[in-house]
């Protein structure tokens, strides 16, 4: 029996409303809920055939989504539960004030663990699988200011001993200490998935839920039934990062993912939503984007009040009231809340007559209320054919006292001496009370029954979470002779580096060894790299496969959709496609699939567009190839000022495990990829690759004798000085390379002067070689010397350095240090603009013309050429002298 419905219906409808309604009850009581949905789907659709418009409401009223008569009894043993949480609870404060205390400022945040920690522990106890069989378990992402919670519980588990805690911010002091917040990079055997940048942590779980089917239906892994679970704060879902990729949940039919948002209706100024309700705008959200959506709004003790309440005003009252009230009301306690809540309307005051005010403040949200908790996620593990929110209602600083649901409560460190105190007496917490002041931790033995209890759910659901493993996996990289097609040269035919990347791209993918692990991802530019043939070879992935026929199906390159299909083709979100990449680069650790992901894309939207989900990807330890295309600011023609990237290498000096190339030649980049694929792969080092191509076609030589070396450390000698006896070096990246050819010849033949031409494959890494050197120098002034790389390279050289490639200058002067008075770098600084080439190049000054010019000006100032024909050069060149800088155009 519905006992719901057994409540008559209301005296406000009229007559015929009531009668219809009760004729739906019947229905209900008698034949059941899906009958029930049947007969309101009949109506909505007759309501459409008469012309009326009844689009499906977004939001439902203000309640839980799971009434009292549908819940499962709560399975767990709650008091021992209970007092394990207000165990975590006690460490993650103690850890924080203690820290605080020794360390004033060190930071640390305790109000939003408070909110989340219900949540958490029911996950915990009893869902959240750390192993299935023998394959690997549920991956979490953690709200990233929740961290200290996450800690405590690892003490209580014993994973961490006290001094391991109270070295929370503390990384430095040689012993291991804990991290702010989640990094895989700073405790790899414990955090997966850095999410304190808000947004990243949600877009990468609906992205890593739809990388785990892929992986699934191309037979990688085995389908199994790993959950991800995202933690999400409420303010978070501000970023758009956090909702704008929710329809590729639903569209994905991700039933493997499950968002649960701790809506403490509070972010770090003050409300959320201070006038509107926050649960409600993301109800509609989720709802709208397809996913199956669960409120839990208000606790057990809240359901007494609502059986009472047969008027429906308490609903109303709820309604009527905003976030900004729902926050006064918990910050002001129980008198607070039956003047200003109950107190609207006499029947409410009546209704919690027999209540006293401390019940009044304590009658929970539903996010701390174990038993809506569980149901919630009992439902959503338990749900299919597409993703799942929980949007639980909390309190910010739950638990804090004085510090619950204030504005400031999201910066609160410390508490005071006597809070701390009052906590451990409230709880029973066994600290004597000066060293609660100082923020003892506390954890029972590991016979007490807490332990006992907490060990053995843990030993149930396959061990602790979060964890992260590195499982050692064979590899063998592809050797260097197996990409001899592409160091032989092109023999004389004009192809493009974006070209000659397609085809070791494609040769890769028939590889009987690596072929399978290597996942091609395009954000909507697999056509402008010329990736048809890749398409045609091994299909673009589609989860439900190719259900129509395409219309270019006559063709030998159509358009191919499959099911096991190896390409993602993101369409055009940027910020997606990192996420896959992630998935991807993360998978030799998540799945113990080393999976090589090559991301292509255009090179002015990646770093500058999602360079904070690239920072992400480097603390996760990820692994692959960043690709990005149409490189070079001006051999990008045409497409202008927003297109033309002059500045990812930049920007990719600064992630520190990212090894970034500007390669000139095909054989140059096949060099490039195989000693990445052995490097990352086969001898396990936590790096990753960024490479510029481009799409200008000229001849590709084939690889000179001696030269591996040089490519992968930054420098080799590409010409040496045709007449001999040189007395300038030419530096080139790139296509500028070419241009550092056709220099070395006008210098040659139009001006006596003999120059060597070098190809720079990579300033970053001839950077970060000599500032290990001269680090080591600075650190041992007793020993010899240690020469960089650059300097040994140029040991013999004279003259001036003329640097030049498509990218800033400050690209080359990187390396001013070591190479100082000798250097002068020309480069694309400025905005970009549409035109050909030849007039980008001019424009810049990365021209050959420019490059001769260079030469010229720099040895008349050191006396070794006449100045007047120096200056006389620019104009025989057709440069110009009097323009503005291109730096300020
Ligand atoms: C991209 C980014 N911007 C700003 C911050 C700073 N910040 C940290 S927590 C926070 C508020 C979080 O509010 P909410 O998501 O509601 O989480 P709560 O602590 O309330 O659970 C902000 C703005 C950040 N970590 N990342
Ligand atoms: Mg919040």
């Not at 418009?53 to 939001?59: D, H, I, W």
């Not at 709820?318 to 009301?329: A, P, R």
């Not at 070879?537 to 219309?551: D, F």
């Not at 030649?665 to 195989?674: K, N, T, W």
Request: a negative charge; glycine letters at 10%; aromatic letters at 10%.
């Amino acid at each position: 029996m519905n006992t719901k419905l057994a409540v008559p219906v209301q005296s406000k409808f009229s007559e015929e409303v009531a009668e219809w309604l009760e004729a739906f009850d019947d229905v209900v009581v008698g034949e059941g809920p899906e009958q029930g949905a049947e007969l309101i789907a009949a109506l909505r659709h007759r309501a459409r055939e008469a012309g009326i418009s009844t689009p499906g409401a977004l939001t439902t009223p203000y309640l839980n989504t799971i009434p009292k008569h549908d819940e499962v009894p709560y399975p767990g043993d709650r008091k021992i539960e209970e007092r394990l949480e207000a165990l975590i609870r006690w460490n993650a404060m103690a850890m924080v004030h203690g820290q605080n205390k020794k360390d004033a400022g060190i930071g640390g945040h305790l109000s939003t663990y408070s909110s989340l920690a219900t949540l958490l522990e029911v996950g915990y106890e009893h869902f959240f699988h750390a192993t299935y069989g023998d394959q690997p378990g549920d991956f979490i992402y953690f709200q990233g200011h929740a961290s200290p919670g996450v800690y405590a519980r690892a003490y209580l588990e014993g994973r961490f001993d006290d001094e391991r805690l109270l070295n929370f911010r503390h990384e430095l002091r040689g012993k291991p200490g804990l991290s702010s917040y989640p990094h895989p990079w700073l405790m790899p055997d414990f955090w997966r998935f850095p999410t304190v940048s808000m947004g990243i942590g949600p877009l990468n779980a609906i992205y890593q839920a739809r990388f785990m089917r892929y992986l699934e239906n191309r037979n990688l892994i085995q389908k199994t039934e790993r959950k991800i679970w995202a933690f999400v704060g409420d303010g978070e879902t501000d970023e758009v990062d956090t909702l704008g990729a929710l329809s590729v949940g639903s569209r994905e039919k991700l039933d493997n993912l499950i968002f649960v948002v701790n809506c403490n209706l509070q972010r770090l100024d003050g409300p959320v939503r201070g006038n509107k309700r926050i649960i409600d705008e993301l109800e509609g959200v989720f709802r709208g984007a397809g996913w199956h959506v669960i409120k839990v709004v208000w606790g057990s003790d809240w359901d007494e009040l609502f059986e009472r309440d047969s008027s429906g005003l308490l609903l109303k009252r709820m309604e009527e009231c905003v976030d900004g009230d729902y926050q006064s009301f918990k910050a002001k306690g129980g008198a607070y809340l039956r003047q200003e809540f109950f107190g609207k309307y006499p029947e409410l005051l009546e209704l919690v007559r027999d209540k006293t005010d401390e019940q009044l403040e304590n009658l929970h949200r539903g996010g701390h209320d174990r038993c809506k908790i569980f149901n919630a996620y009992r439902r959503a593990v338990n749900h299919h054919g597409s993703p799942t929110v929980i949007l639980a209602k909390t309190v910010k600083g739950y638990g804090l006292g004085a510090n619950q649901a204030r504005n400031a409560s999201h910066q609160e460190k410390k508490l005071t001496d006597s809070g701390l105190a009052q906590f451990v007496k409230r709880f029973k917490i066994p600290v004597p009370e000066q060293q609660a002041k100082l923020g003892k931790p506390y954890r029972p033995a590991p016979d007490s029954p807490e332990i006992v209890y907490l060990q053995e759910r843990r030993r149930a659901l396959g061990g602790y979470l979060p964890c992260r493993d590195t499982p050692k996996l064979e590899f063998k990289a592809p050797p260097l002779k197996e990409f001899s097609e592409w160091t032989a040269g092109s023999k004389g035919r004009a192809v493009s580096t974006t070209m000659g990347f397609v085809s070791i791209l494609r040769h890769l993918l028939k590889d009987p060894n690596v072929g399978k692990l290597i996942v091609p991802i395009v954000p909507d530019e697999a056509r402008t790299f010329g990736l048809e043939s890749a398409i045609r070879q091994v299909a673009i992935y589609a989860s439900e496969g190719q259900k129509y026929t395409p219309h270019d199906s006559d063709i030998l390159l159509y358009y191919r959709e499959e099911q096991d299909g190896q390409i993602l083709e993101e369409g055009i979100t940027e910020a997606g496609a990192m996420a896959s990449f992630t998935a991807a680069g993360t998978a030799y650790s998540n799945y113990r699939l080393p999976s090589i992901p090559f991301y292509m894309y255009y090179s002015m939207f990646g770093f500058q567009r999602v360079g904070d989900m690239i920072w992400a990807f480097a603390d996760s330890r990820g692994k692959g190839f960043l690709m990005g295309g149409t490189a070079g600011r001006t051999t990008m023609l045409g497409e202008g000022l927003q297109h033309q990237d002059g500045h990812s290498h930049v920007l990719a000096s600064t992630v520190p495990t990212c090894l970034s190339y500007d390669p000139a030649y095909v054989y140059e980049l096949a060099v490039i990829v195989q000693d990445g694929i052995r490097r990352m792969y086969q001898e396990n080092e936590p790096i990753f690759y960024y490479i510029t191509m481009y799409n200008e076609d000229y001849a590709m030589p084939a690889m000179p004798e001696g030269v591996r070396e040089g490519i992968v450390r930054g420098i080799y000698r590409f010409q040496a000085a045709p007449g001999g006896n040189a007395k300038a070096q030419l530096f080139g990246s790139g296509p500028i390379l070419n241009e550092a050819v056709r220099a070395q010849g006008i210098l040659a033949e139009k001006y006596g002067v003999q120059t060597e031409v070098w190809s720079v494959t990579s300033y970053n890494e001839l950077r970060r070689e000599a500032l290990g050197v001269e680090r080591w120098n600075r650190l041992h002034p007793t020993q010899p010397e240690k020469v960089p790389y650059i300097l040994e390279k140029l040991r013999e050289t004279e003259g001036p350095i003329i640097a030049a490639s498509d990218y800033m200058k400050v690209v080359p002067d990187q390396l001013s240090p070591w190479l100082s008075s000798r250097l002068v770098s020309l480069g694309t600084d400025g905005f970009g603009r549409s035109d050909n080439r030849e007039y980008l190049r001019r424009h810049f000054e990365v021209n050959a013309e420019s490059i001769v010019a260079a030469t010229l000006s720099r040895l008349a100032r050191e006396g070794k050429f006449d100045q007047e024909r120096a200056q006389q050069a620019f104009t025989e060149l057709g440069l110009e002298t009097e323009t503005t800088d291109p730096a300020y155009l």
